[in-house]
């Protein structure tokens, strides 16, 4: 069972564009939400993170979006650049007895063209 | 710092045959993680470890074992590969909270 469903699948943006990725939860438990990028061939890489005690958060270019009342999360990526393109993960995390494991959405391959 | 190491880069396996994926992390981390990733499936947790002597199945464990030898090895094994098993797998380590670091990946073909 998907804990953390993501939208959409695929993105195509132009260069300067602001894509957008979506993601959803059930489990109130969760309390830690990080975004991943995944270049081909690489293993993925934190982005950013985000705790259900703030709104937003941003870094850069990147932002995340919170609405604990919606269960939602999103990421955005202000003026995109060819070099963002990649897979995004958006995963959330709960304690367990054996640490934190993180539940990953399916992912968006996002193309930001020139 | 090497990070997160993972050897092989590739296998092939034929049906049946047995491998050991190794995990090694020189960050001093507490917790390891074992994911496969398939097309469209996003990254899927198998066996997790929050320190040596302790271990934790995941989302999908059936047809694995784990084995976390120290603090800084982690391996999955593969008793009798199933076509099934071929995909790409990530090893990660991490403090107890926060940013899992993602080895290279070793993947993986079952003929």
């Known amino acids: 069972q998907q804990q953390v469903k993501q939208s959409p699948q695929s993105l195509i943006v132009q260069k300067g564009g602001i894509p957008i990725i979506n993601c959803a939860y059930e489990n109130t438990a969760f309390d830690y939400f990080p975004w991943y990028q995944q270049f081909p061939g690489k293993g993925p890489a934190l982005l950013i993170a985000i705790r259900p005690d703030v709104s937003e958060k941003k870094e850069g270019r990147f932002t995340i979006s919170f609405n604990k009342s919606a269960k939602q999360f999103s990421l955005h990526i202000m003026d995109s650049q060819p070099g963002d393109s990649a897979t995004y993960f958006c995963?959330?995390?709960?304690?367990?007895?054996?640490?934190?494991?993180?539940?990953f959405g399916k992912g968006t391959s996002l193309l930001v063209t020139p | 710092n090497a990070g997160v190491t993972q050897t092989p880069k590739f296998q092939v396996l034929k049906t049946g045959q047995s491998m050991t994926l190794q995990c090694a992390q020189d960050m001093n981390h507490n917790s390891m993680y074992w994911y496969r990733q398939d097309p469209g499936m996003g990254l899927r947790l198998i066996y997790y470890s929050a320190s040596e002597g302790t271990t934790d199945k995941g989302e999908v464990p059936n047809g694995y074992n784990v084995s976390r030898l120290n603090k800084r090895e982690f391996s999955l094994r593969l008793e009798s590969a199933a076509p099934s098993q071929t995909s790409v797998y990530f090893c990660a380590s991490a403090w107890d909270r926060g940013e899992q670091y993602f080895g290279p990946g070793t993947r993986l073909t079952v003929t």
């Open positions: 995963a959330a995390s709960i304690i367990s007895n054996s640490g934190y494991a993180l539940n």
